[in-house]
């Protein structure tokens, strides 16, 4: 499954700051999503697309912010990281409806 | 929006022995089940998934079952491996993808 690439693996940051996760697929699918998940709460959404230039919030936006002027691209920005955004993040693609996703490896964020 | 619940959090089943894994969700719209393999550091891993036309499906040892009307899916697992042992995730949706996924079972299988 090396189409779909998360970086970095590992990121810490400081409160405060602004940080980005980079998520980049090989396969022109049309749909991209953003979870990230605890201990406790599984994987939760934060954003998904559908498409180029078309977002949509998912269960826990807020405190992101996300792009996709590229079909390949999805970078999800934490805009003034806080230590509750301390989590893993794992970006996910699909070709199309009712297709399953391909997940990427993941990025472990500690925020401090 | 859709809740996903997940039963057990926790299970634990000898070699050999048949594991179940349970889910209900909230949102009667929903028509897509998916179930997800984690294994430890690693990525979640579609393995296998089900519409709502669909009232069972099967793939070698692993079986998922959906009940529209109680809206409630299962995922069963048979001959148990310890390879099996990971997180299971079951998740819902009724676009076909943004989904809602449930907490996650911790499957332990003991040789």
């Known amino acids: 499954d090396a189409g779909i690439t998360q970086s970095p693996r590992y990121k810490i940051t400081e409160t405060g700051r602004q940080v980005t996760l980079m998520c980049h697929q090989t396969?022109?699918?049309?749909?991209m999503f953003w979870y990230r998940q605890d201990l406790g709460h599984g994987l939760r959404l934060i954003y998904y697309?559908?498409?180029?230039?078309?977002?949509d919030k998912g269960e826990v936006p807020d405190g992101y912010v996300v792009s996709r002027s590229k079909t390949e691209n999805f970078p999800l920005t934490l805009e003034s990281a806080t230590r509750s955004q301390t989590s893993v993040y794992f970006c996910?693609?699909?070709?199309?409806?009712?297709?399953?996703?391909?997940f990427g490896s993941g990025t472990r964020l500690t925020v401090v | 929006g859709e809740n996903v619940e997940q039963h057990p959090s926790t299970l634990s089943v000898q070699e050999g022995d048949s594991a179940v894994i349970k889910c209900t969700y909230s949102?009667?719209?929903?028509?897509?089940f998916p179930w997800y393999k984690q294994e430890l550091g690693k990525r979640p891993q579609l393995i296998i998934d089900?519409?709502?036309?669909?009232g069972e499906k099967k793939d070698q040892r692993i079986a998922v079952t959906l009940n529209k009307t109680a809206k409630h899916f299962s995922l069963h697992i048979t001959e148990t491996q310890p390879e099996d042992s990971a997180v299971y995730f079951c998740?819902?949706?009724?676009?076909?993808?943004?989904?809602?996924f449930g907490k996650g079972t911790s499957l332990l299988v003991t040789p």
């Open positions: 998740a819902a949706s009724a676009k076909g993808y943004a989904l809602n």
């Open positions: 697309s559908a498409a180029a230039d078309i977002t």
């Open positions: 949102d009667s719209a929903s028509n897509y």
């Open positions: 996910a693609s699909s070709d199309r409806e009712w297709d399953g996703y391909t």
């Open positions: 396969w022109s699918h049309s749909y």
């Open positions: 089900i519409r709502s036309n669909v």
